[in-house]
């Protein structure tokens, strides 16, 4: 670790590579590793919480007074009322990890009065440790990294999640995934948020646009993309996103460029295009009289206002 890094950001990347010790070594008999499966396709692992417990019990031992907020174990570790709070991922992409596909990572932030500060993703795999410190730029392995300097979504690789959990749309996501892929050099779904977070930053790829995340997939990489000179924000391009549960990330162009293609789509869209995407996909279904009649029923109801939107039922926190 080098003496130039902040002090907490040394002690959380001490953290992500004890945690990255361990999945390396249960790596290596995967099959012998105890699953047991949170809701259908969302998969725990006693890695995930091996990874958490190591990396808890580090930046506790270093900071006692700060608070946690993990994934596994939410926030029943570390003080409830600090202004410091560790957000950890101990196993981002852990249905990758129980198939042996070799696309997962560590992921730990630390956030100051609710603004991310410090960033680490750790890619035990490839050895790779991405870091960021607010105002001093993103690392790669000690190297600075940039966004890429692409300016045309036509020469772009674009990277997203696909949705797996009960109760996500398929249908809209399906659309949102046609919106870009006709527009773009290529689509990819490697399974890590944080990881495509940090591809992003390095310029691997050039944007990055997923559902259905939580605090704990975003915090590190969001940071990692900013201080690379990129941008992050919900689908409609608003920077407070960290709790909104939808990620759109990119260099500077083309995260302008695809605001207005997924900001139809976004939970926080105004009525109007909520209506036309609704119009859209009745259009485009394949539906009995019946189900025409419903859609269409369903597409002249006026949407939620924006206000009433963002306090939903799926608002994660």
Request: with cysteine.
């Amino acid at each position: 670790m080098s003496s130039n890094l902040h002090p907490m950001l040394n002690v959380a990347i001490k953290a992500a590579r004890a945690a990255g010790a361990i999945i390396n070594r249960a790596a290596l008999d995967v099959e012998s590793v105890r699953i047991s499966q949170k809701q259908i396709n969302d998969f725990v692992t006693e890695v995930d919480h091996a990874s958490e417990k190591i990396i808890i019990e580090t930046l506790l031992t270093a900071y006692p007074g700060h608070g946690i907020l993990a994934e596994e174990s939410g926030k029943e570790y570390g003080a409830k009322d600090s202004e410091f709070v560790w957000i950890i991922d101990p196993l981002d992409g852990t249905t990758n990890f129980i198939h042996g596909f070799p696309v997962y990572c560590v992921s730990i932030a630390l956030a100051v009065k609710g603004k991310v500060e410090q960033a680490v993703v750790y890619d035990p795999t490839r050895n790779d440790l991405f870091t960021a410190t607010k105002g001093r730029g993103a690392y790669l392995n000690e190297r600075r990294i940039r966004v890429s300097k692409r300016t045309q979504l036509k020469d772009c690789l674009i990277s997203t999640g696909f949705p797996f959990r009960p109760g996500d749309n398929f249908k809209s996501y399906l659309n949102m995934m046609a919106d870009v892929m006709q527009r773009t050099a290529g689509l990819r779904r490697p399974g890590a948020a944080a990881l495509d977070l940090a591809y992003v930053a390095a310029g691997f790829t050039d944007g990055f646009f997923e559902t259905g995340l939580s605090i704990w997939d975003v915090a590190a990489g969001s940071l990692l993309v900013t201080e690379a000179g990129g941008l992050v924000g919900n689908f409609t391009g608003e920077a407070e996103f960290l709790e909104q549960r939808e990620c759109l990330a990119g260099n500077p162009r083309i995260y302008g460029q695809l605001v207005p293609i997924l900001g139809k789509y976004s939970k926080f869209a105004s009525a109007g295009d909520k209506a036309a995407v609704r119009q859209a996909a009745a259009a485009d279904a394949p539906a009995t009289d019946t189900q025409d009649t419903n859609e269409g029923a369903e597409a002249a109801e006026p949407a939620a206002p924006k206000a009433d939107t963002a306090k939903g039922d799926d608002a994660p926190f």
